[in-house]
Nanobody, 120 residues
Framework: QVQLVESGGGLVQPGGSLRLSCVAS????????MGWYRQAPGKQRDLVAT???????NYADSIKGRFTISRDNAKNTIYLQMNSLKPEDTAVYYC??????????????WGQGTQVTVSL
């Protein structure tokens, strides 16, 4: 599987901004789609945003207009720029990567997560 490492989380006041990064590494794999998911205490893990290798993006309604996902294929890295943060955005944010291992096999990998806390 691909190894994913997230960074950039932290404590921020409402209305503030954070930029998350996720670096993917692995041999003999082709990464197709990557994305960000989040899980708040007592809640399910939900989609935040996804991006294909071609740059097509998809966002959850709850964060549209506030968050932006981007990708640097040369670095196997995705980013999540989070602006106008709200307390409801508090969660552990996970990076996800989906792709091919060859011969019809696929993989679906998750990072360890990075904590984002929005509070006064």
């Amino acid at each position: 599987q691909v190894q994913l490492v997230e960074s950039g989380g932290g404590l921020v006041q409402p209305g503030g901004s954070l930029r998350l990064s996720c670096v993917a590494s692995g041999r003999f794999v082709v990464i197709n789609d990557m994305g960000w998911y989040r899980q708040a205490p007592g809640k399910q893990r939900d989609l935040v945003a996804t991006i294909t290798s071609g740059g097509t993006t998809n966002y959850a309604d709850s964060i549209k207009g506030r968050f932006t996902i981007s990708r640097d294929n040369a670095k196997n890295t995705i980013y999540l720029q989070m602006n106008s943060l709200k307390p409801e955005d508090t969660a552990v944010y996970y990076c996800n990567a989906y792709g091919n291992r060859g011969w019809g096999f696929t993989f679906n990998s998750w990072g360890q997560g990075t904590q984002v806390t929005v509070s006064l």
